[in-house]
């Protein structure tokens, strides 16, 4: 990262799918705002370009494609996984098979996963292990609260803090 480009960023915005007109998928307000250290990777390269050039109380509106965002659906994410991977404690975890419902899971080698559930079969659970936001051209609408030179703990961590 880039020391003397390191800002701390924090934003209020609407994402809305496709466009200005498109679903609304997520609201981040004044009482809330994403804070996050330019520069250091943690978000979007795209969407960290676009804001880059702002000043505090700016407005901005653009739209990043699926391809530069969370890429397309990959098929090969979708997947029939059985029941049985779903019993905890020798009875079946039915509160969690859902349709829609989000699950943390792991793979053979302890690596974590989010899927949704998409079907409950007789023996099967089809998931969906793709990002929520894959295939989808995300519109963001907003503005710059502030931004400010990063302290010296928050260069050396690479992240800010959540506030409390």
């Given amino acids: ?8 960023i ?6 809305r799918e496709g466009g200005p007109e498109g679903k609304l ?8 705002p994403i804070e996050f250290l330019f520069g250091a990777g943690r978000l979007n390269q795209h969407f960290e370009q676009n804001v880059k050039d702002l000043k505090e109380g700016d407005t901005f509106e653009f739209t990043i494609k ?4 969370y ?7 979708i997947v029939d996984l059985p029941k049985s991977l779903f019993v905890i404690e020798g009875k079946l975890a039915d509160d ?3 349709e829609g419902n989000i699950v943390n899971m792991e793979d053979q080698e302890g690596n974590p996963h989010r899927g949704r ?12 292990f793709n990002h929520p936001l894959a295939g989808m051209d995300l ?10 030179d990063p302290t010296p703990e928050e260069l050396e961590k690479g992240f800010v803090e959540p506030r409390q």
């Fill in 71 to 77: 890429g397309d659906v990959n098929e090969k994410a």
């Fill in 66 to 69: 699926s391809d530069k965002a």
């Fill in 96 to 98: 969690l098979l859902v």
């Fill in 10 to 15: 924090a934003l209020i915005y609407e994402l």
């Fill in 1 to 8: 990262m880039n020391q003397s480009e390191a800002k701390v």
């Fill in 139 to 148: 519109h963001f609408r907003g503005q710059v609260v502030s931004k400010r």
């Fill in 25 to 32: 998928l997520e609201t981040v307000d004044k009482e809330q």
């Fill in 117 to 128: 559930v998409m079907d409950v079969g007789e023996e099967n659970v089809k998931m969906d």
